[in-house]
C-alpha cells in the first residue's frame, strides 16, 4: 500500500494550515474574506492561496498526509447493536450536516462493535489535490481516529506528527479519498423515505382489502356468526387517530439541542425558550465542528404538527435560515436541532 511513502503532514485547521515536514513547520493564516464557519467563501483565491504557500516550499515529490482537525468535521459514534438499523442513524447524521449535499465527504468506519460516521467540507480539501502541483496528496483523515489509541490532542507538535504518520491502518480506512468511501447524499435519504412511505400505503391498502374481503364473506354465509365489532369508521379516519394517538405530549417530546453555530451559550438560550413553550425535556451540547449557518430540525414521527410548527416558529424568530427534515420513527430523541447564525440585528 502507498501510505508506506508518507513523508509529509499537512494539518487543515479552521483559520490555518500547518506544515510539518521533519522536524520543521511551517503555516499560513487563512484571511476572513475568503474562510468563514468552515465556508469557503472564494474557491478560486483559497485554491491560490494555498498553491503559493505550499509551492514556496521544498515539497518536490514530496507524498502528503492532510489531517483535518476537530474544527473542520462532523462525527457520531453508533453502536452496531442497536435494535435499529444503522443505516437509519447513518440518514439522519447526514441530514443533520449543514452543507450542500454535494460538498460532503462522508466515511463510516468500523471497529469492533461501534461504527464511526463522519462527514466533512470537500471544498476544504479539493485545492490540495492538484493536478498541476509537483506535490501528491495521498490521504486526508479526519484527527479522531487516531485519538482512541494515542494521546493526542486539537494541537499537534513534531512528535505527534511521526506517531500519526506510523498508523497506516488508520490512514486506510479513514481516508477520504478512497475509492471505498460511501456517500450518502440526501437525496439517497429522500428516495429511501418515498420507498418507506409507499410500502406503508401498499400494506394499508392490503390490510383494507382482507376486513372487506371478510365482510362480505360473513354477509353471504348467514349461518356464521357476524362479528360485532368490525369498525364502522373509514380506513383513513382510524388512521388518523392511530398517528395522533402515536405522537406524544409536548412535555413528553425528547429534544436534543446542537450548538452548530459555535456561538458561546447559543443551545442554552434556544433550551431556555423551549422551555417557556412547554417542552422541558431536553439536552443540550455542542456539534463536532462548529461553524453552521444553518438551523436545521429533524422531527421524528412521535412529534406531533402542532408540536412541529410551534417549534419551527419559534426558531425562525431566533435564526436567519431554518430547514425542517423527517428522522427516523424511533430514536433516543424525538427531535434534533441544530443550530446556526442568529437573525442579523
Known amino acids: 500500500m502507498f501510505f508506506g511513502s508518507i513523508n509529509c503532514l499537512l ?44 509551492s514556496q516550499l521544498e515539497l518536490k515529490n514530496k507524498k502528503i498526509l492532510v489531517v483535518l482537525s476537530e474544527e473542520l468535521f462532523f462525527q457520531t459514534i453508533i453502536a452496531g447493536s442497536d435494535d435499529e438499523q444503522p443505516e437509519v442513524r447513518a440518514s439522519q447524521f447526514i441530514s443533520s450536516v449543514p452543507f450542500d449535499p454535494a460538498k460532503i465527504a462522508f466515511k463510516k ?32 483523515v479526519p484527527i479522531s481516529i487516531f485519538q482512541d489509541s494515542e494521546d493526542i490532542g486539537n494541537e499537534l507538535d513534531v512528535n505527534m506528527v ?7 491502518p488508520l490512514i486506510k480506512a479513514g481516508n477520504l479519498l478512497s475509492p471505498e468511501e460511501e456517500v450518502i447524499s440526501k437525496s439517497w435519504l429522500s428516495k429511501n423515505y418515498l420507498t418507506l412511505l409507499i410500502l406503508v400505503i401498499l400494506s394499508s391498502i392490503l390490510l383494507a382489502f382482507i376486513v372487506f374481503s371478510d365482510m362480505d364473506y360473513f354477509a353471504k354465509n348467514e349461518n356464521v356468526q357476524k362479528p360485532t365489532n368490525l369498525p364502522k369508521e373509514s380506513s383513513t379516519s ?7 394517538a402515536s405522537a406524544k405530549e409536548s ?26 413553550l412547554g417542552y422541558n425535556n431536553i439536552e443540550i451540547g455542542d456539534a463536532v465542528g462548529a461553524g453552521a449557518t444553518k438551523t436545521i430540525a429533524v422531527f421524528s414521527s412521535q412529534v406531533s ?32 436541532i441544530t443550530t446556526g447564525n442568529y437573525i442579523p440585528s
Open 11 to 54: 494539518y487543515l485547521r479552521k483559520d490555518r494550515i500547518e506544515l510539518f515536514l521533519g522536524s520543521k513547520k511551517a503555516q499560513v493564516l487563512f484571511p476572513a474574506s475568503l474562510v468563514q464557519n468552515i465556508e469557503i467563501l472564494d474557491p478560486a483565491s483559497f485554491k491560490q492561496l494555498v498553491h503559493e504557500f505550499l
Open 109 to 140: 468506519i468500523t471497529s469492533g462493535n461501534q461504527i464511526r460516521l463522519i462527514a466533512a467540507n470537500k471544498d476544504f480539501f479539493r485545492p490540495f489535490g492538484s493536478t498541476e502541483t509537483s506535490w501528491k496528496i495521498l490521504a486526508v
Open 162 to 168: 511521526r506517531k500519526i504518520m506510523t498508523k497506516k
Open 238 to 244: 382510524a388512521e388518523q387517530e392511530e398517528s395522533s
Open 251 to 276: 412535555d413528553q417530546i425528547r429534544i436534543q439541542i446542537f450548538n452548530g453555530s459555535g456561538i458561546v451559550g447559543q443551545a442554552a438560550k434556544l433550551k431556555n425558550e423551549l422551555n417557556s
Open 305 to 336: 404538527a402542532g408540536d412541529r410548527e410551534q417549534i419551527l416558529e419559534k426558531l425562525k424568530t431566533i435564526f436567519e435560515t431554518v430547514e425542517a427534515q423527517e428522522g427516523p420513527e424511533k430514536d433516543e430523541f424525538d427531535a434534533i
